[in-house]
């Protein structure tokens, strides 16, 4: 426990010296060319915190619902000897309504990425 | 506390961290000479012997390179995302076990330590898009979380299923439940699986889609320079090891050497080697296969692996409980 400690002391101190390293031994001769936002040789146009597509809010929901699975499966999994027969068709019982609500979000399309059903 | 026990813990970080790092720094320089191979090149080898030292000239290199902070971005989330990123890659190997005892931080909760620590290096990579606030940056950190996130589902359901048969997190009691035999035999569908799962948590090509170079310059690393871009650099290619290993861990016996009651440097270098291996596979896929489409790299993992893995993860069970494996 203890060298965890210093581990996790040790590897900031680490990263934060590396970086002091570099600020020590870099030039800094900042200009205002040099400090734009760079793309591709233009000057930059619009603001680049822009609509993004709904599917990536989409992903991080469905994410949050399966973590959430896989998180209360992790205690069934360690106690697998200790649950008797009716903790074990309690589990299976779980996996079958997952199962079944994963059929319902992909039937839906909500796994679906390109556009094609919107379009035909 | 005492002296000696102080400087002795001292010694076991440093022995951990220091070795990380030059593995790290030579994975790079095996990577390029690989490829070179496959290429038909001969790869950088004008550093140093053979070329042997070209990771440490490239990192003096980036020690002596300005540090710019474009004016528009967040500055203080901008330097410490990268530090985010190299912190939680370089702390999971606290947990990670080189022989039998041979470990910093032998919890009973191992495996659910790792999954936290790689959960929260997925923030270095969004404070980074956020905070660089240039377009490419914006784009390459959406698409490298939407696909972290997605394959850390099929990654914790993976490890899951090998929970199911060790019946404990430590770390430890899963590489000794692998004497009989290793868990690549039994598992062996969700061992593939399982490589192409860390091949996608780690960026590597063919799922290297958030910094595919022709769309998005480097993704979300666009507006880094000089050692901001060292640690994501080091956070990447620390990851591609620490994955290696950890997948030797689970499904190759980690520090196990089939046949033999071993103990000491043998362990080591078993858990070196398998690692070894893991990654020249990760450097030959690379050579190796095309990039996929952003639509079919989220297909393949949606609708495609995660209902093989939901359907394990109801047969597992009940094998276990049929025949009473415990």
New interface residues.
């Given amino acids: ?8 002391i ?3 101190v ?3 010296a ?2 002091g ?3 020590f ?6 200009n ?1 060319e ?7 040789g233009f000057s ?1 146009v619009e603001q ?3 609509k ?1 597509s709904i ?2 809010y989409l ?2 929901i ?2 949050l619902v ?2 959430l699975e ?1 998180l209360l ?2 205690p ?6 200790s649950i008797s027969q009716s903790g ?1 068709w309690i ?2 019982f779980f ?2 309504v ?2 079944v609500g ?1 059929i319902y979000e ?1 039937s839906s399309g909500a ?4 556009n094609k059903d919107k379009e035909s | 506390m005492t002296i000696n026990s102080t400087i002795n813990s001292l010694l076991e970080a440093l022995i951990v961290i220091g070795p990380l790092l030059g593995s790290i720094a030579y994975v790079t320089i095996a990577e390029r000479k690989i490829m070179g191979s496959m290429q038909r090149r001969i790869g950088p080898n004008k550093v140093g012997y053979y070329g042997l030292l070209q990771a440490f000239a490239d990192a003096l290199k980036l020690l002596v390179k300005e540090l710019v902070l474009p004016s528009n971005t967040d500055k203080i989330l901008f330097v410490l995302a990268p530090m985010i990123s190299l912190v939680c890659g370089l702390l999971v190997w606290t947990l990670i076990p080189y022989g039998k005892g041979l470990v910093i931080a032998d919890f009973s909760l191992g495996i659910v330590t790792i999954l936290a620590i790689s959960s929260v290096a997925a923030y270095g990579i969004i404070l980074a898009g956020w905070a660089s606030n240039n377009k490419y940056s914006f784009i390459g950190s959406l698409r490298a979380t939407a696909q972290l996130i997605s394959y850390e589902v099929v990654f914790g359901l993976i490890i899951l299923l090998v929970i199911f048969f060790v019946g404990s997190f430590n770390l430890t009691t899963i590489i000794e439940s692998q004497k009989a035999i290793w868990y690549i035999v039994p598992l062996f569908p969700i061992a593939l699986m399982f490589l192409i799962a860390i091949l996608a948590e780690s960026n590597r090509a063919p799922f290297d889609l958030p910094e595919s170079e022709s769309e998005l310059t480097a993704g979300f690393m666009t507006e880094y320079s000089a050692f901001p871009f060292v640690f994501f650099f080091l956070a990447e290619y620390g990851a591609i090891v620490f994955l290696s290993t950890l997948s030797s861990i689970l499904f190759l016996g980690g520090y196990l050497v089939p046949g033999i009651e071993s103990n000491g440097l043998m362990t080591g270098l078993s858990l070196g080697f398998k690692t070894s291996f893991i990654l020249f596979l990760f450097i030959w896929i690379r050579a190796s296969f095309p990039r996929l489409r952003y639509d079919q790299l989220m297909s393949s993992i949606w609708s495609k692996m995660l209902p093989i893995v939901i359907a394990f993860s109801i047969l597992i069970p009940c094998i276990v409980k049929a025949f009473e494996i415990y």
Wanted: proline residues 4%; neutral net charge; aromatic residues 22%.
């Fill in positions: 426990m203890n060298s965890f400690l210093f581990y996790f040790l590897v900031p680490i990263v934060i590396l970086l390293l570099n600020l031994f870099a030039q800094s001769k900042p205002e040099k400090l734009t936002t760079f793309e591709c930059p680049a915190r822009q993004f599917h990536f992903v991080g469905l994410f399966f973590d896989v499966l992790f069934a999994a360690v106690s697998m000897n074990f589990l299976l996996l079958i997952l199962t994963f992909y796994l679906n990425y390109t």
